[in-house]
């Protein structure tokens, strides 16, 4: 090979390495780009609405604090709580553990119940079976899975137990959700990556700017 | 120069300290409790938490809506609020002097309706040992139960 063929192969061989590892670099620099420092960011001093996805009646409010403390209220009251931050998701949102403090609500036992609107497609339907539950599970990537069940019985004794957990319990141990990045107050979605979804498979999110 | 610099210090420490230091006497009482309470008419219902230094949350039910938010400014069912507060002593009453965050842009309706602990004003706080309720008719004849109840 003359030393012309060799120069020119080189040469090549330069740009071909370049080109591989501008390829290889380039994901990990727009990931980088992408997602900011603190992915909740934009939620602090923020307002999230959690919502029937049809009727748009609201379910639950969720103020995060920066020092890992949050604040989330709905029927059963206002409740103290904590939460911590996973990894992201294919959708690109990240995911986050909530966790009540305690295993109960503040509530008195003889207040006087509000005259609740039905969902605009009917009430919650019934879950069928002779004992049914429902089996909630965190992974260690930070994504909780429910899962009905029509008759807790023949679970493993485990599993009974979390079936038969009360709201407060279930929320002690962690519920956690996707948070997208790419929003910002005054934004409303559907949320289908739900864990435990209030109506037909999703629930609406309402972004609000400040605490509400 | 020395002594500018130690009586521009001795100022700005004066001139600090006062404002962190929260007026919280009578208060002691519901900290790490909750006031729960509930609009005997309009069953509205929310718990109000006061923390020794000198911030508040103040939460509410409204009850099922007729109309479901249409946007972002609502109305929703619950309303949320925090600020600061002061307490000062009006006869035999402690009354919380509630300053709520008013950056937001949108409108509270217990503001609106004035539902007790909802705006900037100052409410009397009920006189009440944890575990137990009282009802009492406010200044404006409205009718709440109040409860003192333990822990948060």
């Known amino acids: 090979m003359t030393a012309f063929v060799r120069s020119r192969l080189s040469g090549w061989l330069v740009l071909g390495l370049a080109l591989v590892c501008a390829a290889v670099a380039r994901p990990a620099s727009a990931q980088t780009q992408t997602h900011p420092a603190d992915p909740l960011a934009i939620y602090y001093g923020n307002t999230i609405v959690c919502g029937r996805t049809h009727s748009g009646n609201d379910l639950c409010h969720v103020w995060f604090y920066r020092d890992g403390k949050m604040v989330i209220f709905d029927q059963g009251g206002l409740h103290p709580a904590h939460y911590k931050v996973f990894s992201y998701r294919k959708s690109g949102a990240i995911s986050v553990c909530m966790y ?18 039905l969902p605009v497609r009917g009430p919650m339907p019934k879950l069928p079976g002779k004992d049914p539950g429902r089996v909630c599970i965190n992974d260690p990537t930070g994504r909780t899975t429910c899962r009905m069940v029509p008759d807790v019985s023949v679970l493993p004794a485990d599993q009974q137990a979390i079936a038969h957990d009360s709201m407060g319990q279930r929320w002690q141990g962690g519920m956690c959700y996707p948070y ?9 979605w559907l949320e289908w990556d739900d864990p435990a979804p209030s109506q037909d498979g999703g629930d609406k999110v309402w972004f609000l700017a400040g605490h509400h | 120069m020395k002594k500018l610099l130690t009586l521009v210090l001795l100022a700005l420490a004066l001139g600090l300290a006062p404002k962190a230091r929260a007026q919280t006497v ?20 929310g718990a109000l938490w ?20 249409q946007s972002a400014a609502g109305p929703f069912q619950f309303e949320g609020r925090e600020g600061t507060y002061t307490t000062r002593i009006v006869g035999k009453d402690t009354e919380a002097c509630l300053k709520p965050d008013t950056s937001t842009p949108f409108t509270y309706y217990t503001e609106k309706d004035g539902e007790v602990f ?35």
């Not at chain 1, 009540?100 to 609107?117: G, K, R, V, Y």
């Not at chain 1, 997208?180 to 409303?188: I, L, Y």
């Open chain 2, 50 to 69: 006061l923390d020794p230094d000198g911030t508040y949350i103040v939460y509410f039910n409204r009850g099922g809506q007729k109309i479901m938010p």
């Open chain 1, 100 to 117: 009540w403090n305690d295993d109960h609500t503040t509530q008195p036992a003889d207040l006087i119940e509000q005259p609740q609107p």
């Open chain 2, 118 to 152: 909802a705006g900037t004003d100052c409410y009397a706080l009920p006189a009440l040992a944890v575990g137990t309720s009282e009802i009492k008719t406010l200044p404006d004849g409205k009718s709440y139960k109040f409860w003192l109840l333990a822990g948060r």
């Open chain 2, 26 to 45: 009578g208060a002691e009482n519901f900290f790490n409790n909750t006031i729960y309470y509930q609009n005997q008419k309009t069953l509205v219902s």
């Open chain 1, 180 to 188: 997208r990045e790419d929003v910002k107050p005054g934004a409303v």
